[in-house]
């Protein structure tokens, strides 16, 4: 597992246990803590007032010396040396990675293990992106079944995926566009232009509706390997197995 090169970004904190590092990611910002040195803390605490006390009984200086010499309450401390800071850098080092193009520190939600690269820089950006789509999708359509909104999700799902089929769209980062659009506005990779769909009546296209916006004929679409005559899989045959229509 490679592990990056630099130290995140970072702060020192102190919730009254003793300092600790807050560590963020270069795209999310989200923030991820390492532990304060309770035991640590608590000794130095201890041998603080030990010989702030002892100090503090010598005649006429004695304050002074304590003072300087007891140092800083570890309580409320926010510094490390270099050598604690390290230490809480390795304690949540597993959770970031370099980017190998962009060389951004970044968390595993941000990182793409496949490639190496931050999700942003991957080429397998818009792969990434349809299956976070399809993640959020499921979890939506979970809390849409709880709540007995199944049939106006199903609903909207199959309305966002005919408008999908009606744009352009980059085979790179996803990035949809209208029909002729011939480069992408965000990278400018060529687009991938919508497939036909025309109307076996009139000709007129279609967009994947049911039913034809020119001439009314209602459109019959049979799914990709299954013989539109008796409904037999086809896999790949040039006649149906079943019927012997021609397909």
Known sequence: MP??????????????????????CDKCGREYRS?????????????RQAMGGVLR??????RAVADSVAGQDPRYSVTLTPQQLDGAWKQVQQYFRECSTCHQIVC???????????????PRR????????????????????????????????EA??????????CPKDGTLAPPGTKFCPQCGSPMIQPEA???????????????CP??????????????????????????CPECGTKL
């Open 57 to 62: 009984n010598v005649p006429i200086f004695g």
């Open 197 to 211: 769909d025309p109307c076996p009546q009139c000709g007129a296209e279609t967009h994947g509706a049911k039913f």
């Open 160 to 169: 966002a995926k005919t408008a999908s089929t009606m744009t352009a769209r």
């Open 108 to 122: 595993l939600s941000d990182f793409d293990e496949q490639s190496g690269m931050c999700k942003e820089d991957s």
């Open 214 to 239: 020119q001439c009314g004929t209602k459109i019959e679409r049979v799914a990709a390997g299954v013989c539109p005559n008796c409904g037999a899989e086809t896999k790949g045959a040039k006649f």
């Open 35 to 47: 532990q304060p040195d309770i035991a640590g803390t608590i000794a130095t605490d201890v041998g």
């Open 126 to 157: 818009a792969e990434i992106a349809q299956a976070e789509a399809e993640q959020v999708a499921g979890t939506m359509k979970g809390i849409a079944g709880v709540l007995g909104l199944s049939g106006a999700f199903s609903r909207a799902s």
């Open 3 to 24: 592990t990056p090169t630099r130290m995140a970004r970072y702060d020192i904190r102190n919730d009254g246990a003793g300092p600790y590092g807050v560590f963020y």
